[in-house]
């Protein structure tokens, strides 16, 4: 007797990192299935907003540690696309290694935005790709400090604007291999999400 299988639903996501010198020449790319949605992104998307009645409140602890909840109707956006130079969300990158953990809300050790040591210049969030069932956000980090910046860790973050109060809340986070980032060149980085992988 044959079993009838049912489709597979849900969201994937594959993050693709990219090193490039200050010639423009890749020295290192890399490709990892992103394994690593934290509760932010349960409470927010599945609970608050999937599975609201209207009644109930949307939860999650934004990046300074504070715990938020707020009634659907009163959110007036949601987004991602941070603009160049704006590090407060959108795909983040960080020096941190320590092990994701579904209750994170913050990147470890977040690399800031700017040209002084240790920093990467912060380019635009952009939608590179789109289809029916995917779409494809890049972020590129230019290093103008004067030396090598090392990444462990990348992040992605939204920006809940509330009676136009901004709140950002990590939705994603993962620990990448040791990645070195030379004065003068650039990272990119990619997440591709993608539903009923």
């Not at 935005?113 to 210049?121: A, E, F």
């Amino acid at each position: 007797m044959k079993v009838e299988t049912k489709p597979k639903s849900g969201i994937k996501g594959e993050i693709k990192i990219t090193v490039l010198d200050k010639n423009g020449k890749v020295i290192k790319e890399f490709k990892k299935e992103m394994d690593s949605f934290v509760k932010n992104f349960h409470t927010m998307f599945i609970v608050g907003m999937a599975m609201n009645n209207g009644s109930e409140e949307v939860s999650f602890t934004d990046t300074d540690g504070v715990p938020r909840s707020f009634l659907l109707t009163n959110i007036d956006f949601i987004d991602s696309l941070a603009g160049d130079d704006d590090d407060t969300f959108g795909i983040q990158v960080g020096s941190g290694t320590t092990p994701v953990s579904l209750t994170d809300y913050q990147l470890s050790s977040k690399i800031s935005h700017g040209t002084g040591s240790g920093q990467l210049d912060y380019g635009e969030c952009v939608v590179k790709e789109t289809g029916d069932d995917y779409r494809t956000v890049q972020r590129t980090f230019n290093n103008s400090s004067g030396g090598d910046v090392t990444v462990n860790e990348i992040g992605y973050v939204c920006r809940v604007t509330v009676e136009a109060n901004y709140y950002y809340a990590l939705l994603a986070r993962d620990v990448i291999s040791t990645t070195t980032v030379p004065n003068g060149g650039s990272l990119v980085v990619e997440y591709t999400f993608r539903i009923n992988p």
